[in-house]
Structure formats: structure tokens, C-alpha cells
């Protein structure tokens, strides 16, 4: 791996790995470093100076080692920890992901959407504020989906326990909303199992959003790759062992 001048990637384990795809598919060139946490997954039944200690813990780390830009690849994350993080180390771009509240609020018939979130992005300010902003004039059904994250760690997502969990959470909704915001990274990687519990409805997630604010921030620092060949992905967990390291591959190359 180059250790210079890549893109450090992180979130509690292999959620971010959905927003990882969106970035090496808007930016191919780029070298990029994925850090799954997956020790203390999932970040979104922690408290958020756990998550910030965490996060601010991973910084450290990726900075150590030569990175260029940062991209915070978990909503929890990024509602607890961004803010502090962008205040104490200004010298690097630090981009976020969040509930892809605006996209949907901004769709053609979308006026009752339902937010599928972690509790604690749920609670936290940023979730709050943007509800507030872009939820006038649409009805925004907030539904906290403890354990979610957690299951879909375990991979085997096609199993009937995955849609059973997402059914105990969203299933009163059904046929019921006009679209569902993918509030947690973890989640995209359910879409299917979503989609039949809750109806065939849109569903908005924040990749796209965070991979064009990474391309902008890097064209802004004059920080992007001059090299014309394709850029490397490299994995990196906090979980020893190369199983878990060929968990996440499974989950970048997943169709």
C-alpha cells in the first residue's frame, strides 16, 4: 500500500464499505484505506463520547500514517463526532455522512418518509436539525432499528432472521410510506429485505452525496491523485485475523 497521499475511510465495521463503493466508483483513481472498528461495532448503541473517543482514537491512526483526506463512513459518527473532529484537525478534509433526509424531501411524490436510523443518530442534534430543515411540508417517521447493524456483521444476510429483525422494525409502515431514508451505512447492504418488508418504495442513503463532498474537497486543497492508473483498496479492522478482513472484501464486491 502507497502510505501517502490516500483516502482514510472508517465506520464501526462494515457499513461504510456501501459508502467505500460510492467513493472508488467517483473517484478510481484514488488510493483508499478501509478501517472497520469492528472490535466495538456497532457505534450506534454506544454513547457519543464513546463514539467520540473512538473515532478521534481512528483519526490519530490514519493521520499517523499519511492520510490525505478522511471520510467518516458511519451516520453515528458523523452526528457525534464530526464537529470536533473538523475543529481539531482543520488541516485535513474531513467528510461525513448523513441521513439522506434532503434527496428525499426532494423527489417527486415523496411527501411521508420513513428513517431508518440507530437510536443514537436518532437522538443526536445533527439528525434534529436536519429533520427540522428539510422535513417542512413532508411527514418524517423516525424508526430506531437497535441490533440491525449488529446482525448484519454477522454476514449470511439472506438468512430469515434478517428480515424478521428489519419486519419487528419497520413493519407497521408497510404500504404506508412513500420512501425510506437509509439512515445508518450498514443498512444499504439489506436493501432487498428492506424493500420486501416495507413495499417497493425508494430508498435514499447518503453514499452519492458523501463521494461528490470527497471529490469537491480534495479539487478545493488541490489534494487530488495526478496518477491516470486505477487506485488501490486496501482493508485494515481492529478485529485480528484475515477472516474479518475477508468479510469486509465479501461486503465490497457484494452485487
Known sequence: MRYSGYIGVFDSGVGGISVLRELVATLPNEDFVYFGDSVNAPYGEKSREQVVRL???????LLDEGVKAIVIACNTATSAAATELRADYAHVPIIGVEPALK?????????RILVMATPITLRLDKYQQLAEKWGSGHEVISAPCPGLAARIEQGNLDSPDVSELIA????????NVDGVVLGCTHYAFVAPQIRAVIGDVPLFDGAHGTALQLQRKLAERGLMTKSGDPGIVEFVSSKPGEAEIQLYRQFFEMA
Not at 419487528?168 to 404500504?175: E, K, L, M, P, S
Request: glycine share 12%.
Open 55 to 61: 473515532s478521534r482514537s481512528i483519526v490519530d491512526r
Open 103 to 111: 434527496p428525499a424531501t426532494l423527489a417527486s411524490g415523496i411527501k
Open 168 to 175: 419487528q422494525f419497520i413493519g407497521d409502515y408497510a404500504g
